[in-house]
T-cell receptor, first 115, second 117 residues
C-alpha cells in the first residue's frame, strides 16, 4: 500500500524556469509533510516542510503548497538552477503512539535542470 | 554536512553473516531513525529510538535488531544475511520539539551501502 506517491519518475526543465514536483498521499492522518533532495551516494538532504495547518510555506527559491482536500502537495523551485538536478523525495508523517514520527516516502522524482 | 555520521560507508559480506552498522546523531538530538533504501522498495522506515528506548517499529525483519546507547549513538544489527538485504541503510536524527509545536525535520547521515554476496 503506497501511501505517498510521486507519479512522475522524472522531470526536465530549462535553467531559469519553474520546476514543479508533485506528490499525492492517501493517509488522512498525515499532518506533516517534507521534501528532501538526494544526490547519488549521499543521504537525503532536508529542503522544506509544511504542517497540515498551513497551505503554503516558502523558503527562498523553494515553495511548498498543500491541498488537504485533494491530499496533494507540490514543490515549486523558482528559478531552477543546474545544481538543483537531483532526486526529490516527498515524505509525510503522522504523530501517534504507534507510528512515532516515522517518515513515509514517495518513490522520488529525478529533476534535471538543463543549462 | 547534516551532522549525522554513519560507519562504515561500505560493507561487503557473504550470505549468512552478521554485520553491525553504527550511527551517531546530531549533537543534542535524542531521536534516531533507521531507514532502508533498496532498488525496488524506495526508502522504508525500519525502527525509531528515543533517548535509549524503542519508540516505533516499521517493516523491520526479525533478523534485524537495533539499540540506542546512553551516549545516544545507535547500532543496527543485521544477521543471517540474505542477498535481498543488499541496500543502502540510512540513519536520521530529529531535533527535540521546540516552542511553536512539534516539527519532524529529520536529518540524514550519508548511509552505509551493504552488499551481500
Amino acid at each position: 500500500d503506497q501511501q505517498v506517491k510521486q507519479n512522475s519518475p522524472s522531470l526536465s526543465v530549462q535553467e531559469g524556469r519553474i520546476s514543479i514536483l508533485n506528490c499525492d498521499y492517501t493517509n488522512s492522518m498525515f499532518d506533516y509533510f517534507l521534501w528532501y533532495k538526494k544526490y547519488p551516494a549521499e543521504g537525503p538532504t532536508f529542503l522544506i516542510s509544511i504542517s497540515s495547518i498551513k497551505d503554503k510555506n516558502e523558503d527562498g527559491r523553494f515553495t511548498v503548497f498543500l491541498n488537504k482536500s485533494a491530499k496533494h502537495l507540490s514543490l515549486h523551485i523558482v528559478p531552477s538552477q543546474p545544481g538543483d538536478s537531483a532526486v526529490y523525495f516527498c515524505a509525510a508523517s503522522a504523530f501517534g503512539e504507534t507510528s512515532g514520527s516515522r517518515l513515509t516516502f514517495g518513490e522520488g522524482t529525478q529533476l534535471t535542470v538543463n543549462p | 554536512d547534516s551532522g549525522v555520521t554513519q560507519t562504515p560507508k561500505h560493507l561487503i559480506t557473504a550470505t549468512g553473516q552478521r554485520v553491525t552498522l553504527r550511527c551517531s546523531p546530531r549533537s543534542g538530538d535524542l531521536s534516531v531513525y533507521w531507514y532502508q533504501q533498496s532498488l525496488d522498495q524506495g526508502l522504508q522506515f525500519l525502527i525509531q529510538y528515543y533517548n535509549g528506548e524503542e519508540r516505533a517499529k516499521g517493516n523491520i525483519l526479525e533478523r534485524f535488531s537495533a539499540q540506542q546507547f546512553p551516549d545516544l549513538h545507535s547500532e543496527l544489527n543485521l544477521s543471517s544475511l540474505e542477498l535481498g538485504d543488499s541496500a543502502l541503510y540510512f540513519c536520521a536524527s530529529r531535533p527535540t520539539d521546540v516552542a511553536g509545536g512539534p516539527k519532524n525535520e529529520q536529518f540524514f547521515g550519508p548511509g552505509t551501502r551493504l552488499t551481500v554476496l
